[in-house]
């Protein structure tokens, strides 16, 4: 099943969708044929938005613009096609990157050169991100700032 919750106020986000202790945002959740009624969910929306943003320091001559930011969830179950745990976010001209709304909870960050946008649907590719990202964590409602240097 897919939860979705529409219209949400205006500042407010979804936080959280869990039926039987699950998540459901983050794990898929299979509803037998025949079962009904389903199991009831408990939604939460929160007005507290977590981000990280930063800068990126690049080697040389090379603008920091050239570079995109990746982070997506320690938790290798997280690591599946529309996860909201896995975002990328491209720095602008004045090197700088913003990822807003993650969850809380523990993430690898990288800052690349050179990905499709179809590598984010496929866990090989954080395996191969994992050994050089820096592993962060973000608390609920977060504002933190994690500045990214590049070689050196």
């Known amino acids: 099943i897919t939860i979705s919750v529409a219209p949400v ?5 979804l936080r959280s969708a869990t039926i039987r202790g699950t998540d459901v945002l983050d794990a898929p959740f299979e509803v037998p044929v025949g079962s009904a009624p389903l199991p009831p969910a408990v939604i939460t ?8 943003s930063g800068a990126i320091q690049s080697p040389g001559s090379q603008s920091a613009s050239a570079y995109s930011v990746v982070i997506f969830a320690a938790n290798r179950s997280q690591w ?19 990822l807003k709304d993650l969850p809380p ?17 496929d866990p ?6 994992m050994p050089n990202a820096l592993r962060i964590t973000l608390g609920d409602g977060e504002q933190k700032i994690q500045n990214l240097r590049i070689g050196g």
């Not at 599946?80 to 913003?98: E, I, Y």
């Not at 909870?105 to 649907?121: P, R, V």
């Open 45 to 52: 929306l929160t007005d507290r938005h977590s981000s990280l």
């Open 80 to 98: 599946r096609p529309g996860s909201r745990r896995v975002q990328a976010a491209r720095a602008g001209s004045d090197s700088k990157f913003l």
């Open 9 to 13: 106020p205006p500042g407010w986000t």
């Open 105 to 121: 909870g523990d993430y690898f960050i990288a800052a690349l050169t050179d990905f499709e946008t179809d590598d984010l649907l």
């Open 124 to 129: 090989t590719f954080f395996e191969q991100l």
